[in-house]
C-alpha cells in the first residue's frame, strides 16, 4: 500500500457508495452499505482489521459482504464505536453475529446506553424510517438488543490494532458517549460528529470567505463549548490523515483547509442562534430558520429528515444554555 490512492471503483453493491484510500502501511475503506450510515474498515499490513462504526442496520448485510470484500472473507478484530446513534452503531448486532469474535470497544457512557431498552427503541424506529424511505421492503435487517461493550474505554486509554496503537480521545460535545481514536506512530484520527461533519456543497445563502472549501455541520447535543474545546486539542496533533464521519478521509493540506472551515461555521452557527435568541425569537422559530439552511440538497442524502430533527431539537437549546442568559421560549 503506498501512496494514497481515492475513489476506487465501486464494488457491486445496490446501495451506498464504496471509497478506498491506501498507505503505506494500512488502507482505509468506506464499507457502510448506505449513504448516511458509513463504516470505515481499516486493514494493516500486518493483516489485522478494525470496522470503526457499523452504520444503518437495514442495510447490514451489504454492509457484511462488503466487509469480507476487502479482507477476504476473513472476519474483523475489533469493531470501534465512535458514539451510540444508530447511524454508527445499529448494526453491530448483525455485524457480531457473523463475526462473533470480534471485540466491541467503547466509551463507558456508550457501554451504558446500550444497556437501555429505551435506546434500542429509537434506534429500531429511526431504521425503520430510513428503511422506508429506501425502499428496502419488508426484509430488512432489525436493530438487535444488547450491544456488547467488550472493551471499555476512557480519555487516554489505548488499544492494539494489529502493530498500530490507538489512544481514545473524549470528544463530548455531540453525545456524552463521543470518543475518538489517534494513533500516533501513523498520524492517523478517526475523528467524531463532535468535530464536525464536513460536506463540500455550501449552501448559497450564506455568504463565505475565499478560504471557506467546506460546509460544517455542527450538531453538538451535549456542549457546544466542549466541542470547540475539543475541536481545538485535535488541531494541536500532527494529523496527517484525518477519517471524518459520514464525509471520509482528508490527508495533507485537505485537513487545514477543514480547520479553516470549522473555525468559520462554528462562529456563524453559535451567532446565528445567539442573535435570534436574544431577540426574543422562540425556539420553534429559531429551529426552522436553522433547518431552512442546514438541511438542503448537500446534506439530506447523508442524513434522514427524522434524524436530523431530532437533534436539532437537542443542539439548537444546547447553543443558548452554553452562551445566553435568561429562560428558553418556547
Request: hydrophobic residues 40%; glycine residues 8%.
Amino acid at each position: 500500500m503506498s501512496g494514497i490512492q481515492q475513489n476506487a471503483p465501486r464494488l457491486n453493491q445496490t446501495q451506498g457508495v464504496f471509497n478506498a484510500w491506501e498507505f503505506e502501511s494500512y488502507g482505509i475503506y468506506q464499507v457502510g452499505a448506505d449513504l448516511g450510515g458509513e463504516a470505515y474498515l481499516l486493514a494493516t499490513t500486518d493483516g489485522a482489521y478494525a470496522l470503526f462504526d457499523t452504520g444503518f442496520a437495514f442495510c447490514a448485510e451489504q454492509t457484511l459482504n462488503n466487509i469480507y470484500a476487502i479482507t477476504g472473507g476473513k472476519p474483523v478484530d475489533y469493531i470501534v464505536l465512535t458514539h451510540s446513534h444508530y447511524d454508527h452503531c445499529a448494526a453491530t448486532g448483525y455485524l457480531l453475529k457473523h463475526m462473533p469474535g470480534a471485540q466491541v470497544v467503547a466509551s463507558e457512557h456508550a457501554a451504558y446506553v446500550f444497556t437501555r431498552p429505551g435506546a434500542y427503541k429509537t434506534m429500531r424506529e429511526l431504521n425503520t424510517s430510513r428503511a422506508n424511505e429506501k425502499g428496502a421492503g419488508e426484509d430488512y435487517v432489525d436493530v438487535y438488543d444488547n450491544i456488547p461493550v467488550h472493551v471499555v474505554v476512557k480519555d487516554g486509554d489505548t488499544f492494539m490494532v494489529g502493530s498500530m496503537e490507538f489512544q481514545a480521545i473524549s470528544a463530548v460535545g455531540h453525545t456524552k458517549c463521543c470518543m475518538a481514536y489517534w494513533c500516533a506512530a501513523a498520524g492517523l484520527l478517526v475523528s467524531t460528529e463532535t468535530a464536525g461533519v464536513p460536506c463540500e456543497s455550501i449552501p448559497q445563502s450564506v455568504p463565505v470567505p475565499e478560504d471557506v472549501h467546506y460546509m460544517i455541520d455542527l450538531i453538538e447535543l451535549i456542549t457546544f463549548r466542549g466541542a470547540l474545546e475539543h475541536i481545538e486539542r485535535l488541531r494541536n496533533l500532527p494529523i496527517r490523515v484525518y477519517v471524518s464521519p459520514h464525509y471520509g478521509v482528508l490527508a495533507g493540506a485537505e485537513i487545514a483547509d477543514m480547520w479553516v472551515s470549522v473555525g468559520f461555521w462554528a462562529d456563524y452557527i453559535r451567532n446565528f442562534v445567539v442573535s435570534r435568541h436574544e431577540q426574543g425569537q422562540p425556539l420553534e422559530k429559531i429551529i426552522a430558520a436553522y433547518k431552512d439552511i442546514f438541511y438542503w440538497g448537500g446534506t439530506a442524502p447523508y442524513q434522514p429528515e427524522a434524524a436530523f430533527d431530532i437533534n436539532v431539537s437537542y443542539a439548537i437549546p444546547t447553543i443558548i444554555r452554553d452562551y445566553c442568559e435568561g429562560e428558553i421560549v418556547a
